[in-house]
């Protein structure tokens, strides 16, 4: 069974920037589909961004778009998310998830089977 361990997360200021890392200890990443998503207080998970492992694609949804950027190391089994000018609205849980196959097939929570516990991102002065 695929286990996925995000971390990173923390107190930030407006503006500022964190990467969130997401590994396993006993699979290996590059073979899998990783997707970022958040779930704010009282909110729906949200997708953000997602990389294949087929061809390295990377998709973003628009809340993503010009501010994150999700990548992978396959040196360090490791796919990450970039997030900068980070504002108090991307206060929230984010997971990393994989799902069947190599490529990133639909950007929603429902497709995706395998979920880490998540690390908690707080944008504040």
């Known amino acids: 069974q695929v286990q996925l361990v995000e971390s990173g997360g923390g107190l930030v200021q407006p503006g500022g920037s964190l990467r969130l890392s997401c590994t396993s200890s006993g699979s290996t990443l590059n073979n899998m589909p990783i997707g970022w998503f958040r779930q704010a207080p009282g909110q729906e998970r949200e997708a953000l961004a997602c990389i294949s492992s087929s061809d390295g694609s990377t998709h973003y949804t628009d809340s993503a778009k010009g501010r994150f950027t999700i990548s992978r190391d396959t040196a360090k089994n490791a796919v990450y998310l970039q997030m900068n000018d980070l504002k108090p609205e991307d206060t929230g849980v984010y997971y990393c998830?994989?799902?069947?196959?190599?490529?990133?097939?639909?950007?929603?929570?429902?497709?995706?089977?395998?979920w880490g516990q998540g690390t908690q991102v707080t944008v504040s002065l």
């Open positions: 998830a994989t799902e069947d196959g190599t490529v990133c097939t639909r950007m929603h929570p429902v497709v995706f089977a395998i």
